[in-house]
């Protein structure tokens, strides 16, 4: 028997601990954005460092941050020539209220079919343990050829507010050649998914201002410009009929999709349907030219995220407002960057805005896109992990959100993350009656070992 | 001597009671949005009733209305080939507030230098009086050659709530051949004004919706057609970059200014200066083809006076909102009407609405434009007094705002206003320190006795 036979035979024989070990680590309270659970929290981070120690690594630390701490570790006897992987994971969750809509307690970690109910159990406590059981599964069967080092953090629910600077001080402690992110799901039982790209993200507040102070728009509408017909024209100019983004050169550094790549997202099984029933939408709309996967996926979006000027009180006042402003982000794709946009922003403003008004553009936050090749030697181990288990392909898909962390470990240390992870559309993340599917979830371990085996190769 | 002389004369002669009359009316304070001035609302109207007894009219009635009384006099002795005017007033006023800012007892009446400072010294107590002033000197040189009624309301200042009830019920008793509405001012002291028509209104609300629940912007950003971008686009479309309105339709039933006209409106000493000094605004802007003046005055506008949608806080929130609403108004002019814009907008909207969004309009408010004839006997009469008084003919204004009585009286007895009155720009009407400028008062005395003697030859 191979050491990778073996290895999954080990994780096969094991399933009943994994599960009891899950249960475990469920009923520990970590929700990060109560204060009332600041001593759960370091419980949990304690938990994750004890259970690291147990499979046999030496060098565990939790570690300070200006909130909750961080869990690292490092096993690097692979040696300098094997590849080095930093596996990002998060041990807190969401809140569990309203309590009264859960079917059993959030901590106690219910099996009802097939499925374990508990905060967490999707997002993402299992995921953790996966990738700490396969790393157990290889220690206890011939070893690993790939180092590793886990980067756990217990504020992601909180949007990780300290993560990027615990990143940055400890860049040489973390430095690597990929990180596997397994914080993403699959869109189905049967489909194993690889997530290889994000959306980034600017965000601005554009402001108008005409008069000086509010008029009446009888003794002064029709002389001079109203700065919110002047805002709503400029922003309707933004977009033209096709869907495409007018801003000056906002398409130059969009890469564009190649027909083997369309080709990949076509396999995705999201359809227009799929998205009708999702948001209530009468139809779908985008730019011209592209399916629904590839407009949230790979093309590159402008939305109006809020408006507002003058009089919205009941009734009529007949004011003509002194100024306005929108809130306007941009989902970005590869390669563009929140400053390149900020100046086509502003570049459009210039060329567009009635100089009878005064305009402003404030940038909010941004976060660059993301993309991982789909051909990298990392991927392809997790590609190829995913089939030997599943029997099929994985499908490869582009997300049109942001997580953070992948864009920061990109600037901060330089490397692609490889997103994935055994939680199920169905999962209730972030509700009540959250759930792992187990038999995805056992899937989901055996993938993590054939992953480790593959890089070493 | 003439009676015409003789009645200027006597008015000449009177000056000094007229002011002390006026002082004792302004004592009185009539702040009609007040509940704790209801008595001195009460006391007001018996003050009017009985001045206009006082100069000899015999049939005067102060009349319930659902709010403040309504004064009403009849002096109808001219006969039934004489014309009859309806005189139109209001005794209320302006609350004071604030109080620490006037120099003087805003119901005291004090003079300085050539002004008299009180609450309603210009709107429009003294306008009233001027009005009773003249028809006295006529009674008291020779008669009336008019029919006069007075109709002078306590409600003005708070919208006229009961106005167009009361003058629909007293359809019979109002019935005139035209009216004089003294409760708008002059241009300068050496400028003699006459307004002779007023803007319309149509006010609307326009509502967009995509999905049914506001989205996640990178999950759902480019799928579906953002509501507030396309509410953006449909008001930006409203409006060419000539500043034409483009709702289908819009111009049909607008009066085309004649070159008389626009040589009238072009001697009003309102400049682009003007504008830019009491707005603020960078620059004046508006309709190609039309001065300030004529935009203002004589061409329908379209104006955005609130909108709202999604996230209006501090920061960012990546929301793509389920839905948005606008408030947009237009000034009418002849012959437009609201119902008539209405039908435009919802064409508009019909044939350019993104068929990806649902969208509705709503009609909150409208009043008909109206414009007297500038050659009209009734306007005559008045150009000719000012005239006969100033020695300068008068400027004619096209005002850009609305008088809702003016198009009540238009609609519910079939007459033409003519608006005229003698305060001027700088009375700080509505403000602290209110004045009349007493020797352009006493000319609008005059005038009035002229006009009266005009319209009986």
């Given at each position: 028997?191979?050491?990778?036979?073996s290895a999954?035979?080990?994780?096969?024989?094991?399933r009943?601990r994994y599960?009891?070990?899950l249960?475990d680590?469920?009923s520990?309270?970590?929700?990060?954005?109560?204060?009332?659970?600041?001593?759960?929290?370091e419980?949990g981070?304690e938990?994750?460092?004890?259970?690291?120690k147990?499979?046999?690594i030496?060098?565990?630390?939790v570690m300070?941050?200006?909130?909750h701490?961080?869990?690292y570790?490092e096993?690097l006897?692979?040696?300098?020539d094997?590849?080095?992987?930093?596996?990002?994971?998060?041990?807190d969750?969401?809140?569990?209220?309203?309590?009264d809509?859960?079917?059993?307690?959030?901590?106690?970690?219910?099996e009802r079919?097939e499925?374990?109910?508990a905060?967490?159990?999707?997002?993402m406590?299992?995921?953790?343990?996966?990738?700490i059981?396969a790393?157990?599964a290889?220690?206890q069967?011939?070893?690993?050829?790939?180092?590793?080092?886990?980067?756990?953090e217990?504020?992601e629910e909180i949007?990780?507010p300290?993560?990027?600077?615990?990143i940055e001080?400890?860049k040489?402690?973390?430095?690597?050649?990929?990180?596997?992110n397994?914080?993403?799901?699959?869109?189905g039982?049967?489909?194993?998914t690889?997530?290889?790209?994000l959306?980034?993200l600017?965000?601005?507040?554009?402001?108008?201002e005409?008069?000086d102070?509010d008029?009446h728009?009888?003794?002064y509408?029709?002389?001079?410009?109203?700065?919110?017909n002047?805002?709503?024209r400029?922003?309707?100019?933004?977009?033209?009929?096709n869907?495409h983004i007018?801003?000056p050169?906002y398409?130059?550094?969009?890469?564009?999709?190649?027909?083997?790549?369309?080709?990949?997202?076509a396999?995705l099984?999201?359809?227009?349907a799929?998205i009708l029933?999702?948001?209530?939408?009468p139809a779908v709309w985008g730019e011209?030219?592209?399916?629904s996967?590839?407009r949230?996926g790979?093309?590159?979006?402008l939305?109006?995220n809020g408006?507002?000027?003058g009089?919205?009180?009941?009734?009529s006042k007949?004011v003509?407002?002194?100024k306005?402003?929108?809130k306007?982000s941009?989902r970005?794709?590869?390669?563009?960057?929140?400053d390149?946009?900020?100046k086509?922003?502003?570049q459009y403003?210039?060329?567009?805005?009635?100089?009878?008004?005064?305009?402003e553009?404030r940038a909010?936050t941004?976060?660059?896109?993301?993309?991982?090749?789909r051909?990298s030697?990392?991927?392809q181990?997790?590609?190829?992990?995913?089939e030997?288990?599943?029997g099929?392909?994985p499908?490869?898909k582009?997300e049109?959100?942001?997580?953070p962390?992948?864009?920061?470990?990109?600037q901060?240390?330089g490397?692609?993350?490889?997103?994935?992870g055994?939680?199920?559309?169905?999962?209730?993340l972030?509700a009540?009656?959250?759930?792992?599917h187990?038999?995805?979830?056992?899937r989901?371990?055996d993938?993590?070992?054939?992953m480790l085996?593959?890089?070493?190769e």
């Amino acid at each position: 028997m191979s050491n990778r036979e073996s290895a999954i035979k080990y994780a096969h024989d094991n399933r009943e601990r994994y599960l009891t070990d899950l249960k475990d680590f469920l009923s520990i309270k970590t929700v990060s954005t109560d204060p009332d659970h600041k001593a759960d929290m370091e419980k949990g981070a304690e938990w994750v460092a004890n259970k690291l120690k147990a499979i046999g690594i030496n060098k565990v630390e939790v570690m300070p941050t200006g909130g909750h701490p961080v869990v690292y570790c490092e096993y690097l006897e692979a040696g300098d020539d094997a590849p080095t992987m930093v596996i990002y994971g998060h041990y807190d969750v969401q809140p569990v209220e309203p309590l009264d809509l859960w079917e059993s307690d959030p901590f106690a970690g219910t099996e009802r079919d097939e499925n374990l109910y508990a905060r967490g159990a999707s997002d993402m406590k299992a995921q953790v343990l996966a990738s700490i059981n396969a790393v157990e599964a290889l220690m206890q069967n011939g070893g690993l050829g790939v180092n590793i080092k886990f980067l756990i953090e217990g504020e992601e629910e909180i949007g990780s507010p300290n993560l990027d600077t615990f990143i940055e001080k400890n860049k040489d402690l973390l430095a690597c050649d990929f990180a596997l992110n397994p914080d993403a799901g699959m869109l189905g039982p049967d489909t194993p998914t690889i997530t290889y790209a994000l959306r980034g993200l600017a965000y601005f507040e554009v402001h108008v201002e005409g008069p000086d102070h509010d008029l009446h728009s009888g003794i002064y509408g029709g002389s001079v410009r109203n700065p919110v017909n002047e805002l709503a024209r400029l922003i309707g100019g933004m977009m033209d009929e096709n869907g495409h983004i007018t801003l000056p050169g906002y398409y130059d550094s969009v890469r564009d999709l190649d027909d083997e790549e369309r080709a990949e997202l076509a396999r995705l099984p999201v359809d227009d349907a799929f998205i009708l029933e999702n948001t209530g939408a009468p139809a779908v709309w985008g730019e011209a030219g592209y399916s629904s996967v590839e407009r949230v996926g790979a093309r590159p979006t402008l939305d109006v995220n809020g408006i507002y000027a003058g009089f919205i009180g009941e009734g009529s006042k007949t004011v003509l407002p002194s100024k306005g402003f929108a809130k306007i982000s941009m989902r970005l794709v590869p390669d563009q960057n929140p400053d390149e946009v900020h100046k086509q922003l502003e570049q459009y403003m210039q060329e567009n805005a009635n100089p009878t008004v005064k305009w402003e553009v404030r940038a909010l936050t941004g976060g660059d896109p993301s993309i991982s090749d789909r051909n990298s030697r990392w991927v392809q181990s997790l590609a190829k992990a995913q089939e030997e288990v599943w029997g099929v392909r994985p499908v490869f898909k582009r997300e049109g959100g942001s997580v953070p962390v992948v864009a920061q470990m990109q600037q901060l240390l330089g490397v692609d993350s490889v997103l994935c992870g055994y939680g199920l559309p169905d999962d209730n993340l972030h509700a009540p009656n959250e759930k792992l599917h187990l038999p995805t979830w056992y899937r989901g371990n055996d993938a993590f070992i054939h992953m480790l085996f593959n890089l070493a190769e």
